[in-house]
């Protein structure tokens, strides 16, 4: 089923493409522009290219390591046209080092990443244009972490960010639909951990009235995987740019479930707060019930 799309303004869709550029042009924060571009799929169409153009190389071309960890080469395309190079370089990923010091300066490129994500179409794709690699291990490049303790806080946007590989946990897979492959995410070291899913598993086999329904487990490990997974895709943006998704076909949503995602990024701090402050345990059971019904009715 096609994404609902938000109500749009009498008639702003099917201004001229001339107009849309023009009112692109006089929204200068990122979150304006970005929610101009995303109101319906004509105005997307027209825009993205310019808009990629001028917030691409402030983003260090962010989106093409989107187009390439979802094996999207629309987005590739898209991200050429706007004067992205296709041997754009990243800077070093690994733990030791800054991207200033040149001792340990060492960039990756698209191919690198298309190579060492298995992403074959894109593999091709940039291959066919004439990218090419650095040919360096991507064990000195790719930190890895999982959906287990890591969770962005909002709050925390400001400092130094660099894409790491995100990966969901095993533990996740076993209970979840398949989950998107390994993908680059925004990361910043001022993101804060929590341990919020083996505290609530803890919850959840101490209480009886509860643990005895595996049912509930299995709901629980779905929804906070849902959760992680969301975080971590808006961890993607220092800023609030990338809020309605990877900026790709499809990814325009209706406003009730966009602000959903929204109040979800910070549910999973207020419930790491109501474990520690002693909260009624049926109290912060019941909440998470009640977000799980209401995920799985969307």
């Not at 001229?16 to 304006?32: A, D, V």
């Not at 997974?229 to 990338?242: E, G, N, V």
């Not at 929204?262 to 049926?282: K, V």
Request: glycine share 8%; aromatic share 12%.
């Amino acid at each position: 089923m096609p994404p609902q799309q938000p109500s749009v303004p009498a008639g702003l869709a099917n201004l001229p493409c001339e107009i849309h550029l023009e009112i692109f042009s006089y929204l200068c924060p990122m979150g304006e522009a970005l929610g101009f571009v995303t109101t319906c799929d004509r105005i997307y169409n027209n825009l993205i290219v310019e808009f990629y153009k001028v917030y691409g190389p402030r983003l260090n071309w962010l989106p093409l390591l989107v187009g390439i960890s979802e094996d999207n080469t629309r987005i590739l395309d898209k991200c050429q046209k706007a004067g992205a190079s296709l041997n754009h370089r990243w800077p070093y990923l690994g733990e030791f080092g800054r991207a200033s010091d040149t001792k340990y300066f060492r960039p990756c490129q698209p191919l690198d990443l298309a190579t060492w994500s298995g992403q074959e179409e894109v593999l091709k794709w940039l291959a066919k244009r004439g990218a090419i690699a650095t040919n360096q291990d991507s064990s000195s490049f790719i930190m890895m972490t999982d959906a287990e303790c890591f969770v962005s806080d909002l709050r925390t946007a400001e400092g130094s960010w660099k894409p790491i590989m995100y990966q969901q946990g095993l533990r996740f897979r076993e209970n979840c639909p398949p989950n998107p492959p390994p993908h680059f995410v925004w990361h910043s070291s001022n993101i804060k951990p929590t341990d919020i899913f083996p505290r609530l598993l803890q919850l959840y086999t101490r209480h009886t009235f509860l643990g005895s329904n595996t049912g509930h487990c299995t709901g629980l490990a779905n929804w906070v995987a849902w959760i992680w997974l969301d975080m971590l895709r808006s961890s993607l943006d220092p800023a609030p740019i990338l809020k309605s998704g990877f900026l790709q076909e499809g990814s325009i949503c209706d406003e009730e479930l966009r602000l959903f995602r929204h109040a979800s990024l910070e549910i999973p701090g207020l419930i790491s707060r109501l474990l520690d402050s002693g909260a009624n345990i049926r109290f912060i059971v019941s909440a998470y019930i009640t977000m799980l019904g209401f995920l799985q009715g969307i």
